[in-house]
């Protein structure tokens, strides 16, 4: 007898789950709701997942701290 989807399912995340863990984090955070639904209504209409935003975000961070970093050199300098 064939078994149902749901056991293989939790047979297999049961096994992975130590490495999945070593391959990824979830971060467990909170926003106002508005301000969610907000971006999620943004993020469906224009097909971005959660994970792009954050890597968008975080790369448009990095690039801003990097000019200041320069801005602020500069204005020691002179």
Known sequence: MKQPKSQIDKRYEDKHKEE???AHAVWGTSMKREDFEELNKFLKS???PKVQLIYAG???LKEQLSKNKEENSFEKRT
């Open 20 to 22: 999945r863990k070593a």
């Open 46 to 48: 224009h097909h971005i």
């Open 58 to 60: 975080w790369t448009a």
